[in-house]
T-cell receptor, first 115, second 114 residues
Framework: AQSVTQLDSHVSVSEGTPVLLRCNYS??????LFWYVQHPNKGLQLLLK??????LVKGINGFEAEFKKSETSFHLTKPSAHMSDAAEYFC?????????????FGAGTRLAVHP | DAGITQSPRYKITETGRQVTLMCHQT?????MFWYRQDLGHGLRLIYY???????DKGEVPDGYVVSRSKTENFPLTLESATRSQTSVYFC?????????????FGPGTRLTVT
């Protein structure tokens, strides 16, 4: 069965420093993986998705993630944090079962950005 | 308005009352989903629907009922609300069942059961 584990529930960085949000996945087949972002009191927005093409995926707002099959990881990075990046981030894996696709969410990582 | 909308955005109700949360999308997406978001659990799937009149249970369906008589609407009903159903509820839609695909989320409904 597919699952995702986000290794940090909270990450705190200073503005202008790199961001690393870690995600490991478990999948019985080659997965599709996503990162979603949720700003306070808002819905979820897709940041980026991996779909078995290039292993380095670029998303919106300068974020990117690298799919590493050998490590079963899909970590999210950004070279320089901005105050507006403060939000909750969810790593998500696609699960195909019973003829339907469903998304399995990690527990989330809350990113705080300090001046 | 275009997109996916939810109503109400905030709701306070008492234990034992019936509550219906509404979800409406304007894209004519086939697939629609209901999730609940609780601290430490991320989002968990309650019910989903592949098309009008086709629904199925997700991970945490107990205490909830759904219907989908029209493609654009997917209401979620709590037949007899309990305090454990206090949560933020998100509706989502998707245009294709194929892999890969992404889901588009509504703004959420914050439900408090007292």
């Amino acid at each position: 069965a597919q699952s995702v584990t986000q290794l940090d529930s909270h990450v705190s960085v200073s503005e202008g420093t790199p961001v690393l949000l870690r995600c490991n996945y478990s999948s019985s087949y080659s997965p599709s993986l996503f990162w979603y972002v949720q700003h306070p009191n808002k819905g979820l927005q897709l940041l980026l998705k991996y779909t078995s093409a290039a292993t380095l995926v670029k998303g919106i707002n300068g974020f990117e993630a690298e799919f590493k099959k050998s490590e079963t990881s899909f970590h999210l990075t950004k070279p320089s944090a901005h105050m507006s990046d403060a939000a909750e981030y969810f790593c998500v894996v696609n699960h195909f079962s019973g003829g339907y696709n469903k998304l399995i969410f990690g527990a989330g990582t809350r990113l705080a950005v300090h001046p | 308005d275009a997109g996916i909308t939810q109503s109400p955005r905030y709701k306070i109700t008492e234990t034992g009352r019936q509550v219906t949360l509404m979800c409406h999308q304007t894209w004519s997406h086939s697939y629609m989903f209901w999730y609940r978001q609780d601290l430490g659990h991320g989002l968990r799937l309650i019910y989903y629907s592949a098309a009008a009149d086709i629904t199925d249970k997700g991970e945490v369906p107990d205490g909830y009922v759904v219907s989908r008589s029209k493609t654009e609407n997917f209401p979620l009903t709590l037949e007899s609300a309990t305090r454990s159903q206090t949560s933020v509820y998100f509706c989502a839609s998707s245009e294709s069942p194929g892999d890969p695909y992404e889901q588009y989320f509504g703004p959420g409904t914050r439900l408090t059961v007292t």
